[in-house]
């Protein structure tokens, strides 16, 4: 069972310039093809799954959080106890990448089933905060400056750039851009563009964040990182 220590994280430092409510999203939906396969969420990296270093810095930032997966569903579930709520690729739009995966946590935010415990969770939920499940070393204040930035400019999407590049897949979205749902956008984008994550979030005209720290940005890809990291 994950557990959380909501204790460790001081937010009284976010920007509060505007309100906003956080849902947040752990995209594990992938093949893990450069791992021969495994589901890379649940692979141990120092003594705990990797989805577990995700869901311990997003779960005192937002509400509901969601997991991204497509793979191995039960396990996820006696991993979790249930307390995260496990969205699978819609059919219509699987194997887009990351992309499949952000789409399916809009659509539960955005449009909850009448059985699904997030029924009109809607109405609360502002912006989507992002995390792949394979950087277990990024820390809360990652996170915490997405969403000070997200509190300052509600309108705008966030997302990381360091030394070495983008980092897409750490990022901040609001549920709505100029009017429209970002389901819709990201829906028709899906439908007559490639799935490349910058390039839906230059149609969004999102905005990068700086992060000093390159180590803290490591994707684990390979199992050789699993002893060494």
């Not at 995700?54 to 569903?73: D, G």
């Not at 999407?157 to 819709?184: R, V």
């Not at 839906?200 to 700086?210: E, G, K, P, R, T």
């Amino acid at each position: 069972m994950l557990q959380t220590d909501t204790s460790r994280v001081d937010t009284s430092h976010i920007n509060n310039t505007s309100s906003i409510s956080v849902a947040g999203l752990i995209l594990s939906g992938g093949q893990g093809s450069r791992m021969g396969g495994v589901e890379k969420g649940l692979v141990d990296f120092q003594g705990k799954p990797m989805v577990g270093y995700a869901h311990a810095v997003l779960a005192p930032l937002c509400s509901p959080l969601l997991l991204s997966a497509n793979r191995q569903i039960d396990d996820y579930i006696a991993l979790t106890s249930g307390e995260i709520d496990i969205v699978q690729d819609i059919p219509e739009f699987q194997d887009k990448g990351p992309l499949s995966g952000i789409l399916a946590g809009l659509e539960r935010i955005q449009e909850p089933i009448k059985e699904h415990r997030l029924e009109n969770i809607d109405a609360q939920c502002s912006h989507l905060l992002i995390s792949p499940c394979d950087t277990p070393l990024v820390p809360s204040e990652l996170f915490q400056a997405l969403i000070s930035k997200a509190h300052a400019s509600p309108n705008t999407a966030f997302y990381i750039q360091s030394d070495s590049g983008a980092h897409p897949l750490h990022a901040i979205i609001p549920t709505s851009i100029k009017g429209e749902k970002t389901l819709t956008l990201l829906r028709r984008f899906l439908q007559n563009h490639a799935p490349k994550v910058m390039s839906f979030y230059q149609l969004i005209n999102a905005q990068s964040i700086v992060w000093p720290n390159e180590s803290e940005l490591s994707n684990i890809n390979h199992s050789s990182q699993l002893s060494t990291s």
